[in-house]
T-cell receptor, first 114, second 111 residues
Framework: DTGVSQDPRHKITKRGQNVTFRCDPI?????LYWYRQTLGQGPEFLTY????????KSRLLSDRFSAERPKGSFSTLEIQRTEQGDSAMYLC????????????FGPGTRLLVL | ELKVEQNPLFLSMQEGKNYTIYCNYS?????LYWYRQDPGKSLESLFV???NGAVKQEGRLMASLDTKARLSTLHITAAVHDLSATYFC???????????WGAGTKLIIKP
């Protein structure tokens, strides 16, 4: 399968714990995005990378959130000191820069903070 | 600040009927996307629209873009149950290339 993959698919954690999610984009794609989606809402942009450079970060992203894409391939999203309000689906997407650029989404990681 | 509004947010319709979902956005943009999402699943790309008057069709779905009116439509022809899903439009913010998403239209098609 050459689509975007995410791991884990589900994560249950206790408030205050740290969690880390991984995203593997489509191999030739140079842009990688992280979104958060809550029930009944559209995706909310968190951050994106072009190759290994983090080019944009949402104002909504608190200091507890950090993302990396160390070699311009896979990416990780870490949430420190999780809060119940962090419970959501975390979606990763990748794209290839170009006129018809389209973001292709992974299956998501569903986070539940107890 | 770019804002995207979809309507309706919920639509229940009978198989065989036609209907249109609307997506309005507040500032100039070069790209508009339509995505489909099934319950508990991720987002599937349907269309990317790049220019005024662009029209794309795939099966029973047709999307169009009027950049002057800042309006896109997703038209469903002779709906079938398999098209039941939530449909999102997303508009590219030209200042930072972020996608700004509508709230989604939940479409239920009854046999």
């Amino acid at each position: 399968d050459t689509g975007v993959s995410q791991d884990p698919r589900h994560k249950i954690t206790k408030r205050g714990q740290n969690v880390t999610f991984r995203c593997d984009p489509i191999s030739e794609h140079n842009r990688l995005y992280w979104y958060r989606q809550t029930l009944g809402q559209g995706p909310e942009f968190l951050t994106y990378f072009q190759n290994e450079a983090q080019l944009e970060k949402s104002r909504l992203l608190s200091d507890r959130f950090s993302a990396e894409r160390p070699k311009g391939s896979f990416s990780t999203l870490e949430i420190q000191r999780t809060e119940q309000g962090d419970s959501a689906m975390y979606l990763c997407a990748s794209s290839l820069v170009g006129l018809q650029e389209t973001q292709y989404f992974g299956p998501g990681t569903r986070l539940l903070v107890l | 600040e770019l804002k995207v509004e979809q309507n309706p947010l919920f639509l229940s319709m009978q198989e065989g009927k036609n209907y249109t979902i609307y997506c309005n956005y507040s500032t100039t943009s070069d790209r508009l996307y339509w995505y489909r999402q099934d319950p508990g699943k991720s987002l599937e790309s349907l269309f990317v629209l790049l220019s005024n008057g662009a029209v794309k069709q795939e099966g029973r779905l047709m999307a169009s873009l009027d950049t002057k009116a800042r309006l896109s439509t997703l038209h469903i022809t002779a709906a079938v149950h398999d098209l039941s899903a939530t449909y999102f439009c997303a508009v590219e913010d030209v200042s930072n290339y972020q996608l700004i998403w509508g709230a989604g239209t939940k479409l239920i098609i009854k046999p």
